[in-house]
């Protein structure tokens, strides 16, 4: 079973980068319990609350997820 608290503690790493992308801070759940996507946190500044800028990593685009990063086929 894995915790959201646990993924939150690891970086985002794209493959295909090498690049951070950001720290997880909600995960989408499908109905039946199952996470359908990751929320990263977008750039943003000191009293911005814009949430557009949040990206959306889907459960699907996760190609392993390690003691310390998760990493990710998306860029």
Known sequence: MVR???LQAKKIVSI???RNIGN???AEVKQDGNIEALIIEGNK???SLNKESDT???WSDITKIGED???I???
């Open 4 to 6: 959201l608290s646990d």
């Open 56 to 58: 959306r990593i889907f």
């Open 45 to 47: 500044g000191f009293f």
């Open 69 to 71: 990063v998760i990493l």
């Open 24 to 26: 997880i801070i909600d």
């Open 16 to 18: 295909s980068t090498g």
């Open 73 to 75: 086929k998306k860029e």
